[in-house]
């Protein structure tokens, strides 16, 4: 291949989830690789703040001198397709004669718009990431390549993409798993994702004692759904029990979004086994109300969610069970509302993610009767989040007076003074006074940084 993008500048926006995230860090070893030089900056994320104000005028300000500008797309409600498209003009707008890159979710969902679609050259698909080298040198030798999408749901392959040096080096995510069959009437991701597909687990193992040698001290096992892992029958516990025997070096390994159903006797064993397991279990609840569940085409009962929860807390020293929640669903109602408020004050979650339900079009929750109201939505969504600070709250407490392992990840500034911050095992966010770390140590002004993605041990 060519060495035609050698020196080009390029930069990547990524909007969404932890998934994308992964897979920009992949495109861009891929790019760096390929002899380009990255300037990107901060990052957007459209899909954990649905109310954030719209993409700004200086989101793309700084990126007025890349060559390449490649948006990373989010296409789980109406508003992140909302943000995607004013991302992708805003880069052209600053960045005239670059080559703009759409690629993601909401490039599977709106194909057709972006390749009409004058501010946008390149359209990658979800499962053409992994070429995008080759897509970008074909362009710069004159070839016409706009179209680089395809119908995601009948493609069984693995796109197989790798990180090894991310930047963040406290805390890096690999994707093991692509895809969903769960098809939740609120949900567009099974649609443009495509149906389940898994990594090879040497390939996670490799992955993880490159990440490992290169310094990173906690892995991320992240994905569409990852309980439905399944590489040629190695399931997601086996896999697990692998990922723990060969892979020594690094020090912590979390878990991203769990359904109930994979909490399991076998689970907790081998969860056990190993304590750079974390003690913390996301669990992809969305509702607490049986009949909400039910609309939602969620395959279990809260008396479900209740045993697992259990289960966990039997075997585990307090450990953090956190969740997302959706409040106001398509024909909830008051009753239901205050079954989900009882549900949750029993259930105690250390955190709630709440998000008001967003309609999204081509979902069967979008054309159901009984929407709830705006201003409805918010209040129910306002109460739990007010139960959901409580919970925490208490949660934290808990450990006041205790010695935690702390993994540093930056040094903030806070009313003038300095702070390392981190998150323990639990994940419970640490801000660690820089000068009661002086005090202890014989290092001199200016050490500072030594202790970025170090483990230390602090009184809460």
Known sequence: MSNILKGKKFSI?????KVNKYESDAMQEDLLSAGCINISKAEKNSSQDESASPVSENDAD????????????????????QKSRQMLHKMKRHNKDAVVVATGCYVQAAADKLLADEAVDIVIGNNRKIDIVRILTEYFEGKDVKDNVIDINHDDTYENLKVSAPSNTSRAYIKIQDGCNLFCTYCIIPYVRGRIRSKKVNDIINEMNTLADNGVREIVLTGIDISSYNDDGTDFCEMLHMVSQNVKKVDRIRLGSLEPRIITERFIEIMKSDERFCPHFHL????VCDNTLKRMNRHYT???VKDKVKLLRDNFDRPALTADLIAGFAGETEEDFNTTLDNLAELKLYETHVFKFSRRKGTVADKMPDQVPEPVKA???EKMIRLGNINQSSYEKQFKGETVNVLVEEMISKNGKRFFRGHTERYILVDIPVDDIIEKSDQKDGFEKNFINQIIQTKL
């Open 284 to 287: 992809s609840l969305q509702s």
């Open 302 to 304: 809260v008396q479900i």
């Open 62 to 81: 700084e990126k007025s001198s890349a060559d390449i500008c490649i948006v990373n797309t989010c296409s789980v409600t109406n508003i992140a397709d």
């Open 379 to 381: 209040e129910r969504s």
């Open 13 to 17: 926006i990524t909007l969404g989830c």
